[in-house]
């Protein structure tokens, strides 16, 4: 069973400051994706990484994925309050396995 | 454009009681469809999925049963509820000329409570 470990579990910051969170896994994915998920609905996607080394650019967000195709990272510049939510990574072989989430705070 | 849907939102049942949840999906055909359950605040697991017309895999033995009688309808049912079903239930889709990873794409959840 693949395992996708996410850190921190729980970021609070204020606005402005910058923020990192981490996807980890022992396993190889073919492609890893990032959700953003708001309480009381669903996960919105951000965002695919395929190639191993790849980085993508969503205005304020870095998304990193390693060389080795098993972990990631998502960078946040000058996080604002509008950045907050429930941050997913999910790996993809014939589905999708996703990890436990990071909850981030960003308060005004 | 794709949208799916999911009803009911929300969803007080007690113990031992049938439910039915239906997903529906517009502007696509023959997706991949998939069930996934929630607990606050955390990540999603994979309940069930199906690639076509009464085509169901489980992923996670339980209470819990789904079908797919139309190609873009996806119930999800029990005959009893357990205190355990509760969660919050999300349903996905996947078009089969889908992007270059596994993308999926979900619908705004229904918020079951067993009491």
């Known amino acids: 069973t693949q395992l996708l470990e996410q850190s921190p579990q729980f970021l609070s910051i204020q606005e402005g400051e910058n923020l990192t969170v981490y996807c980890n896994s022992s396993?190889?994915?073919?492609?890893l994706q990032w959700y953003r998920q708001e309480p009381g609905e669903g996960p919105v996607l951000l965002v695919t990484?395929?190639?191993?080394?790849e980085v993508k650019k969503l205005k304020r967000l870095t998304f990193q994925f390693g060389d080795a195709r098993k972990d990631s990272s998502l960078h946040i510049t000058a996080a604002q309050p509008g950045d907050t939510g429930l941050y997913l990574c999910?790996?993809?072989?014939?589905?999708?396995?996703f990890g436990a989430g990071t909850t981030v705070t960003v308060r005004a | 454009s794709q949208t799916i849907h999911q009803w009911p939102a929300t969803l007080v049942q007690p113990v031992g009681s049938p439910l039915s949840l239906e997903c529906t999906v517009e502007?696509?055909?023959?997706?991949?469809l998939y069930w996934y359950r929630q607990a606050a605040g955390r990540g999603l697991q994979l309940l069930f999925y199906?690639?076509?017309?009464?085509?169901i895999s489980s992923e996670v033995p339980q209470n819990l049963s789904a079908s797919r009688p139309q190609d873009r309808q996806f119930i999800l049912s029990s005959k009893k509820l357990l205190l355990s079903d509760s969660g919050f239930y999300l349903c996905?889709?996947?078009?089969?000329?889908?992007?270059?990873?596994?993308?999926?794409?979900f619908g705004p959840g229904t918020r079951l409570t067993v009491l």
């Open positions: 502007g696509t055909s023959n997706p991949n």
């Open positions: 199906s690639v076509g017309i009464g085509q």
């Open positions: 996905a889709w996947r078009g089969l000329a889908g992007g270059p990873g596994n993308e999926q794409f």
């Open positions: 396993s190889v994915f073919s492609s």
């Open positions: 990484v395929v190639t191993g080394g």
């Open positions: 999910a790996g993809a072989d014939y589905k999708l396995s």
